[in-house]
């Protein structure tokens, strides 16, 4: 049985697989159908497979990460289509995280020398980016990088202390008892 094939411009074909019809608890049928895409389709080159880099030709850069709370420096090279965060620990190098999705500031550092490109930083500001604040789980390496982790309550501050223009919220026990209570 000849599968059918998904046809891209500019691509070769890819296959889709279709199930038989599924009953579900209500009798209806449904068909679901998979495409056997390419999304980490191993790279077969010089007799190896190989699914964390896609690209071989890629330029590799080292990077220098100066842990500040461990007092720890990692160097290891991580290629420029690579992000630095999955690279570390492609190497078992810990570096702080939470999301992996550039929406927090977990793994915060702040650029000492290097080039850095991070176009899915959302949770950093475009002015701290401009005053060297970069997100590692989402960020490449230009050039060989030398980066310093920050306190993320820091970067938080930098980021938003101006909406919290009188400090830090006092914690109000009469508003929490009521709130509390409405559950």
């Known amino acids: 049985m000849a599968l059918p094939l998904l046809r891209i411009p500019g691509t070769s074909s890819i296959p889709f697989v279709t199930t038989k019809p599924q009953s579900s608890p209500s009798r209806s049928f449904r068909k679901t159908t998979v495409a056997t895409a390419e999304l980490q389709a ?9 699914f964390r880099y896609p690209n071989v030709e890629a330029p590799s850069h080292k990077v220098k990460v100066h842990d500040r709370e461990r007092g720890i420096v990692h160097e290891f090279l ?15 190098i810990t570096l702080p995280f939470a999301c992996r999705h550039g929406c927090c500031t977990s793994c ?3 650029v000492k020398s290097g080039k850095i490109r991070q176009p899915e930083a959302l949770g950093i500001s475009a002015e701290l980016r401009e005053q060297g604040y970069a997100l590692l789980c989402v960020s490449f390496p230009c050039s060989d990088l030398e980066v310093e982790t ?34």
Do not use: K
């Open 150 to 183: 920050q306190d993320e309550d820091e970067v938080y501050w930098l980021q938003f202390g101006r909406y919290f223009a009188r400090g830090p919220v006092e914690r109000d026990d009469y508003a929490l008892e009521l709130a509390m209570g409405d559950e």
């Open 78 to 92: 991580v290629p420029e289509d690579q992000y630095i965060l999955h690279t570390a620990e492609s190497q078992d």
């Open 42 to 50: 191993p790279l077969v080159a010089l007799g190896r497979t190989d």
């Open 108 to 110: 915060a550092v702040r």
